[in-house]
């Protein structure tokens, strides 16, 4: 079923997860485990990232070889794993860097042949040590032309010419930034690019992680200012471990409240910074719901533990389902 069926069926917010692929080498139990650990609060979908190929250069007996590595394969696999055993809805995730045109359709032929009605369509980051995506030729630039490739297919246009090609059917989400994205000059323009997507066919919106209910009211606001009129549905992470007050704003670009920092800075020790953590994740939640969020979607990084104490709460206040 589409995430935007999904969305319009609920009764009361819907829970959403985002799984990443664990490192090359290691099980695929330790996402069961946490999936396990997650569905008595009935998550509706589950998105899975993914992880772009890097080229490394390493010498082998004298010798400079090129090599390719992924260091979290396995997207499409994982999510067809948990469909399978849990009889969910899972959401792979699909970037326009490393790949061409041809190769993008080709993954989504596949993904269609698979059954996947939802896609989720990024554009990717550059790779460590560069400051810009390695440009691909025939490839995309930004997600908006990835989404507009996922609307033709949908109306079985194909890149060659084929006669009555088959349409597939898919559903697709895409990235927004709440604080803007890192490149944007201002939030305005990024706005103004999000809605393009939207535009070229995105159906809904899932925002990069954010810690205050304002900073995302703000931005729907803004959203909807602009003519944006699908689902928004807001990224959250709970903390807690005291490295994530400079890996968060870090890796992700985004800012934590004032008042959040000073609570966790105040934790006695990492217990009570974890309890402070799902303290704030718990009231962010309530404060999202007062806003009438369709969806709570969170970051697990594969960790359930405080992510299942924060649900169990809402659960038991009735706020999901
Ligand atoms: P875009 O929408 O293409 O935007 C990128 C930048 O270009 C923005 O600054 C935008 O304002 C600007 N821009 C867009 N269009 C134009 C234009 N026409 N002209 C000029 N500027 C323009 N990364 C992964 O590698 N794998 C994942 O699985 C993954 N999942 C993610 C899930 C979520 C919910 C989020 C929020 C991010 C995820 N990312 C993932 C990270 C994402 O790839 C990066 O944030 C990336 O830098 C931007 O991706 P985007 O799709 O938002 O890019």
């Keep these: 079923m589409h995430v935007t069926e999904i969305i319009e069926r609920r009764?009361?917010?819907?829970?959403s997860l985002e799984i990443t692929p664990p490192e090359k080498g290691t099980s695929i139990v330790h996402i069961f485990d946490t999936m396990e650990t997650l569905l008595p609060y009935s998550p509706s979908f589950v998105n899975v990232t993914y992880h772009q190929e890097r080229i490394v250069y390493e010498e082998h007996e004298g010798v400079i070889k090129k090599i390719p590595r992924r260091k979290k394969p396995g997207t499409v696999g994982i999510c067809s794993a948990l469909a399978h055993r849990f009889r969910i809805e899972t959401v792979p995730h699909l970037i326009c860097s490393g790949f061409n045109r041809y190769e993008t359709e080709n993954a989504l032929i596949d993904l269609h042949y698979l059954g996947f009605d939802n896609i989720f369509v990024i554009r990717g980051d550059p790779p460590p040590g560069f400051k810009e995506i390695p440009s691909e030729p025939e490839g995309h630039v930004y997600a908006s032309e990835l989404v507009a490739q996922v609307a033709s297919l949908n109306r079985g246009e194909y890149i060659e010419q084929i006669e009555k090609g088959d349409a597939t059917n898919f559903c697709v989400g895409v990235a927004g930034y709440p604080e803007k994205h890192y490149e944007a000059p201002n939030l305005a323009e990024d706005i103004l690019h999000l809605k393009h997507k939207v535009d070229c066919g995105a159906a809904y919106i899932i925002t990069q992680m954010f810690f205050s209910a304002k900073v995302f009211e703000e931005f729907r606001q803004r959203l909807i200012d602009a003519g944006v009129t699908v689902p928004i549905v807001p990224g959250m992470k709970v903390l807690t471990q005291p490295k994530q007050l400079l890996t968060l704003p870090r890796d992700f670009h985004i800012s934590l409240p004032e008042e959040l920092v000073e609570s966790l800075r105040a934790a006695k020790d990492p217990a009570d910074f974890r309890r402070r953590g799902i303290q704030w994740a718990e009231k962010l939640?309530?404060?999202l719901v007062d806003l009438n969020v369709p969806c709570l979607h969170f970051y697990t990084m594969g960790k359930?533990?405080?992510?299942?104490?924060?649900?169990?709460?809402?659960?038991?206040?009735?706020?999901?389902?």
């Design 11 to 15: 009764r009361k917010p819907l829970v």
């Design 285 to 287: 939640c309530l404060d």
């Design 304 to 321: 359930a533990g405080a992510l299942s104490e924060v649900l169990a709460k809402l659960q038991k206040k009735g706020v999901i389902p």
